[in-house]
């Protein structure tokens, strides 16, 4: 048997080598550089924040001071390194305090409940606040929820009072209750005189209702110590920085 000759695998090899040289063959894909990766992330992060910093300024704007500082707050946290977080950081920290600052003052202002009431000769007004903490847990109810408001009250026929009144409580007046220790913003505490109504009702008046209400107007806390029958003696704490005299016509108008 004749053998094959070699030349046609030595041949094949030569072909193969030539075809892969051939400079007319398509070239692999090259993979793009990673600076063109990084610029195209610094560009989308740069875009994003520009989207922040133009949210934060419309809330500035329209005075939505505590949604702007969480726009904010997020923007500077997620693209430290951007333009637009550099311009935001310029105001950050004064829109956060005014917006923690406004928040303060709607918490304040939500703890008082006003009343207008038709009555003989005319129209009652009255601001009522209960003290903080109460003297039972928050949703107790029945005979065994004692509350304590700080009440003031405007009447036709009675005038201006300013008393505290109980529920499921009473006031141990056996020591005399004819004065309080009343304290504002944490000062130390000066005596009040005080009335119990002869009716024997569960409420405790204070006799000099402008003076009170006066310094009221300038204070964002009274405490007053009183002495309960059932709890002995109390500190009863009120945040009545809220307080908006524009339902208590009758009054003194508040001053900045």
Known sequence: MMQRPLFNIATLGVVLVAACSNPSAPPAPAAAPAQDAAAAAKANAEAQAEKGLKLYERM?????????A??????????????????????????T?????????????RLWAYT???????????????????????GLTGKDAKHVRLI???HPEWGQTVYLILDNEKFNCKSGCKTLPVSFDGEPAKPWKAT??????????IDDDKAFIARVLKTKKVAIDVVLAGDGKKTLVFETGGLDMSHLPNTTKKHN
């Open 116 to 138: 207008v009431t038709s009555v003989k000769g005319g129209t009652q007004y009255a601001g009522s606040i209960e003290n903080n903490p109460p003297l039972t847990p928050p």
């Open 60 to 68: 500035r704007a329209s005075g939505s001071l505590d949604i702007a």
């Open 196 to 205: 119990i109504p002869p009716t024997g009702e569960p409420a405790l008046f």
């Open 97 to 109: 305090a005014k917006a923690k600052e406004e928040g303060e003052a709607r918490r304040l202002a």
């Open 152 to 154: 003031l009250r405007q």
């Open 70 to 95: 969480q726009v904010g707050a997020e923007a500077v946290a997620k693209y430290p390194d951007s333009a637009a977080a550099a311009k935001i950081k310029e105001t950050l920290t004064e829109v």
